[in-house]
């Protein structure tokens, strides 16, 4: 049963630039939550997509956008990177009931030089 | 303004000994809890996680406290392994655990043979 998978594992962009990460959720999950992790600091929400739709949303500017595909699998957009949006970015995925848990894919590296 | 502290960057301990983690969070909205566990260059593993209903929850080598007068949760590791040498991020929701969840900034533990 594969787990979380994420592509790609590294990323060099210049500013400026658009990035797109993917995400393909565990066998049976149909919920797709996006994190961003700095250096040094804990993952903080990105947003979350159930049943195709954006259905929360943490404290990221619009450059920040995603969807979620039929099949659950789930892109992450950010547009116009700044330097600042360097970090490692974790997809987690879950059953869209309350009370499951999120798993962790291994991250995408995003470096924005 | 962190909601979810780990005030000890670092912690060494002998293989064999207690490892005990300390997390404290200030939002009373909060009542699910879990650790995840983190290897360089790998997503967050979860661990064990609590529900506010209850104030200890034990999984092999692993138990988690939670005091909830005092905003405080531990995770105890008993014995401590070589291979426990990690990351250890406390992460918290609100209204059962498929919400977004806060991480503290992390604990990296030590485990030494």
């Known amino acids: 049963d594969a787990g979380v998978t994420q592509s790609p594992t590294h990323l060099i962009k210049t500013r400026g630039q658009q990035v797109t990460l993917r995400c393909s959720p565990k066998s049976g999950h149909d919920t797709v939550s996006w994190y961003q992790q700095a250096l040094g600091q804990g993952p903080q929400f990105i947003f979350q997509y159930y049943e195709e739709e954006e259905r929360q949303r943490g404290n990221f500017p619009d450059r920040f956008s995603g969807h979620q595909f039929p099949n659950y699998s789930s892109e992450l957009n950010v547009n116009a990177l700044l330097l600042g949006d360097s970090a490692l970015y974790l997809c987690?995925?879950?059953?869209?009931?309350?009370?499951?848990?999120?798993?962790f894919g291994p991250g995408t590296r995003l470096t924005v030089l | 303004d962190q909601q979810v502290k780990q005030n000890s960057p670092s912690l060494s301990v002998q293989e064999g000994r207690i490892s005990i983690l300390n997390c404290d969070y200030t939002n009373s909205m909060f009542d699910y809890f879990l650790w995840y566990k983190k290897y360089p260059a790998e997503g967050p593993t979860f661990l064990i996680s609590?529900?506010?209903?209850?104030d200890k929850n034990e999984d092999g080598r692993f138990t988690v406290f939670l005091n909830k007068s005092a905003k405080h949760l531990s995770l105890h590791i008993v014995p401590s392994q070589p291979g426990d040498s990690a990351v250890y991020f406390c992460a918290a929701s609100a209204l059962g655990g498929n919400t977004p969840l806060v991480f503290g900034k992390g604990t990296r533990l030590s485990v030494i043979a």
């Open positions: 609590i529900s506010s209903i209850k």
């Open positions: 987690a995925s879950s059953l869209g009931g309350i009370g499951d848990t999120q798993y």
